[in-house]
């Protein structure tokens, strides 16, 4: 996604390997669906939603939030014009991507660095406690007496 790379950029935030935060997009989807249909039953319009999934990741790559951004278009597909159909589905999905950089990016605005801080201290408290629970679980089985292998057969 390099044009979202310009355009973080662009708003000042400084995009480099290392740095303490990591945008993660984990998946992007699309759908297409008929929502209408000509005489002669073929498609006539088309729904396209396109989600891309994000997560922001912090120190020792804790995972901080997760969402998800969605983005919806429909086109008319003309059957007896194919490549023109073509070059608006691919003109819709062009808009539908810079509709959702656009969204991702007022999300991650909201994002202040007190807010994130603040996400930081939560994920590495969650990661305290379950290091303390599983070493808590650990101690209970290193003293919890354990039965022989061997089968002694009785008489």
């Not at 807010?115 to 599983?134: F, G, N, S, Y």
């Not at 007496?145 to 008489?155: F, I």
């Amino acid at each position: 996604m390099t044009q979202l790379t310009r355009l973080l950029t662009s708003s000042g935030v400084k995009v480099y390997t290392g740095a303490p935060y990591k945008l993660m997009l984990t998946n992007e989807a699309e759908n297409q669906r008929a929502i209408s249909y000509s005489g002669s039953g073929r498609s006539a319009e088309y729904q396209l939603t396109t989600t891309l999934t994000y997560e922001v990741h912090g120190d020792r790559d804790r995972f901080l939030l997760g969402d998800k951004v969605t983005a919806d278009r429909s086109y008319v597909h003309d059957g007896n014009n194919l490549t023109g159909s073509d070059q608006e589905a691919s003109q819709v999905r062009q808009e539908m991507r810079n509709d959702l950089i656009q969204k991702l990016m007022a999300r991650l605005q909201q994002m202040t660095p007190t807010r994130l801080e603040e996400l930081q201290a939560k994920a590495d408290a969650v990661a305290k406690a379950e290091a303390d629970a599983q070493e808590a679980a650990q101690r209970i089985r290193d003293e919890t007496p354990q039965q022989s292998p061997v089968e002694v057969p009785a008489r």
